[in-house]
């Protein structure tokens, strides 16, 4: 009896760890038993009203996720995700990203440029439909998961002509499980998006990226915006006369804060997972890919931070880009460190066996050698690749250069014939496109920055031709080449020669790069990428077969759903993390040396007065950020946290920094999410911004 109880404990434990974790494509909710998963682990609402919760969460300028929060259009994603937007409105005199806006009224919100937001507005499996036209052509695995093959069979489905009648409708196919499913996504987008609510950056941001990526946290990192249409509720261009846009449906928000264990759950777009690889596959990934870019990246952020200091306009100028790689940057190297520490290669290569055996049982010849093809794949190229990554971002960064290779190509040429009608033609484009490239960057600058950028390409890149590949001497640039400015080009396209022509610097390091990136790295890259996508089909459909279709596909920027609870962790021996944070701890954490975390006087002054509104949680402290057990990667960030009843408790906006291997595997004990407590975003737009217009719009629950 006690033997039996143990077991059955184990396996109920084996489940509620499986269940968690995920990221669902709805689509398959019935096939893989969803619902009543998300029942055992405390869902109370029924699958209608669960799928109903899909129209009230979107894309937020391509790249992010944000909720509908009012029926007049209102929606909240992350600071973050309205940061490249926001930053590009902003000058030094009016800076909405670093002081901040809070609209009064409806007449304050402002026009974002280019900023869109789109719902999806139907969905349908194509796969046979995507497999017959790639019989038809011909189409290897790589090919018919091509942007352009992709693009070709959705322009032909005229099925859906009912949709089109809502105006700024369009479809895309997507590629699920590597290639070995389709669907056809519809979504509508909306063109005029208006900024109502950004806080200041030293409290959206607060902690900078020292804080990114790390809990404890105790900035609300979000934003709100309004989604305007014409008076029909149709997309259209920027007007005066467009209207708030009506929505039937939005999300209820709830006050009531919630307790460690409760289930929560995000819907959003995450953007890409890998979690299917094979040893080799993500070997190359680690080795290949994020060491590059973090060794790259490392210097060039230090490069960037003391052009920053120079001067606040640089300071605007850079900063966008800045945080970008620093995000990046951040996330590779922890993602390098916590594949190491979680032998996830050894892991993946257990998983490769036992595909190996399946296959050779099943008879499947294809399954039984693929994880062998991988191998070989890598073996051969590893270090071709790594150099290819370095290259383009060190040496391949240089500004100077810009010049189309075929164009130097085609002018040489024209000297060797002594064509002179040619001659003069190809001179002309030639000094065409330099001045336009020579105009938008600044030369010195350039040379400083690769002065730090070259010693890491030299001293890294692995072959022998990349260590004979030319590095331009920047003083034989600037002082010596016929490119060193516009007047000493015309001047040699006056009279030019091709003795003159081949010893320039621009022309020699062409010529070396040629050789080695265009002719012998690129084709490499190019077969390795196809050979890639057809063994990776294989192998995902291998998986897939073992465990009976039963496990999510990776990440593609399409809706999903995660669910788990709110959850502390111990990120190491004898350390453990609660599960929340309260603004007092942001007075902890204050510098008065690093800006990043430099208070901001307004919310040390309503902390001192404790005016927290009816924000505060039943003990009268103001609750800031919170964690959960989620599954999410970037795209996510903006997402929904939703109770079990789908009232929102939270806006979703980092990971932590010990489970960055999570893009490949989920790693239930260690992988947290992030998420800035509902309440703190209130406050903050209500008691610290003013922006009280709004508060009428939302369906608050207390
Ligand atoms: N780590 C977050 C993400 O990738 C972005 C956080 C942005 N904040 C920052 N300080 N860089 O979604």
Redesign the pocket.
Known sequence: MHRLFTLFAALLMACATYADGGMWWLQLMEQQHLADSLRAAGLRMNNDELLRLRDCVGQFGGGCTAEVISHDGLIMTNN?CGYSFVHAMSTLEQNYLKDGYFAKSREEEIQVPRLTFSFVVDIEEVTEEVKAEAKRQEADAYTMQSRRFLRSIAEKMQRKTELKAMGGVSAEIVSFYGGNRFYAIYTQTFRDVRLVVNPPLNVA?FG??G???VWPRHNP?FAIFRVYATSEGKPADYSQTNVPLHRDRCLPISLKGYEEGDFSMIMGFPGSTSRYLSASQLKHEMENVYRPIVLAGEPQLEWERDQMELSDSMRLAMQDDH?GL??TVK?FGGALKAVERTRLVDERRAADEALTRYGREKGDKELASVVQKLDELYATSADTLFDFMLYYRTLGTDEERRLPGELLDAYYEALRKGDINLRAQVGDTLLKYFEASISGFDRGQNASRMAVLLPIWADNCRLESSKNLLIANFEGIMYQSIFRSKDTLKEFLRKPTIERWVEDPIWVQHISEKTTIREKYLPCYMRVGRQEAELSRTYQRGLMEMNGWSTPPDANFTQRLTYGHVKAYSPRDAVHYDYRTFLGGMFEKESKTDPDYAVNPRVRELYDARQFGTYANKEGRMQTDFLTDNDIT?GN?GSPVLNARGEIIGVA???NIESLSSDFKYDPQMQRCINADIRYVLWTLDTFGGSSYILPELDLRR
């Open positions: 973050h941001q900078g990226d804080d990114n990526w990192d945080m620093q995000n996330n970037g960030s906006f980092d990971g």
